[in-house]
């Protein structure tokens, strides 16, 4: 089964997406930006979240009123970069639950080690997305997928900024039932395994750090 790819090819992302790129872009825009596009991403995201009518009063009469149905969604951050995608998406979804996972990619094998993990102990009947800028060689994003489902999450959504075709491939080839959100998909990974054409290291230019 081939895992669905929805890329958000919304001009307003497009333009945000296209200031982040720029190696001018200074820390506070580019988190900005970020979180700008994480709201966008988001409103995509939910597009089929259920719906439920609940009896409400308006000034001028009672209504069969649209509220969000079920329990809370659960967003999942893989840190440290996906705290820049969380802080727009909790701001669209001010109720979603919020776990981390901790990740990093060992240099030299690219493969990715966890080192923190705390997410909320009933996932099973919720919504999840976990968010994560850059799905590159897809190992990481993989990886804190798996380590979600093993924490009981069924129903999962995996939203980031830019992707590689190589790293949707190998994503896919784990969890062809998780689709896959991006504001765009670029060319190809250097041998660094960083996004071409990219927008470079997504966590330094986030926080400031390099
Ligand atoms: N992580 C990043 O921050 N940037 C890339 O291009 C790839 C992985």
Excluded: W
Aim: proline share 6%; net charge neutral.
């Amino acid at each position: 089964m081939a895992g669905e790819v929805h890329s958000i090819a919304h001009p307003l992302i497009q333009h945000k997406l296209s200031l982040m790129r720029r190696k001018s872009t200074s820390t506070s825009n580019f988190r900005a930006l970020l979180q700008e596009i994480a709201m966008l991403l988001g409103y995509e995201v939910t597009r089929d979240l259920p719906l439920e009518k609940r009896e409400i009063e308006t000034p001028l009469m009672k209504m069969q009123a649209p509220f969000l149905a079920g329990k809370k969604v659960v967003l999942i951050s893989v840190l440290r970069a996906g705290n820049g995608l969380l802080d727009g998406m909790t701001k669209i979804i001010p109720s979603a639950r919020v776990g981390h996972v901790g990740m990093y990619r060992d240099p030299k094998t690219l493969e990715p080690v966890e080192y923190y993990f705390r997410a909320p102990s009933d996932m099973a009947d919720r919504q999840v997305i976990v968010v994560d800028p850059m799905l590159a060689t897809g190992n990481s994003a993989a990886a804190a997928v798996e380590r979600v489902k093993k924490a009981g999450a069924e129903h999962i959504k995996f939203a980031c900024l830019l992707a590689a075709p190589e790293g949707i491939e190998v994503f896919h080839r784990h969890h062809p039932d998780v689709p896959v959100f991006t504001a765009a998909i670029d060319e190809c990974l250097n041998e660094k395994g960083y996004i071409l054409p990219g927008l470079g290291d997504a966590g330094d230019r986030l926080f400031g750090t390099k």
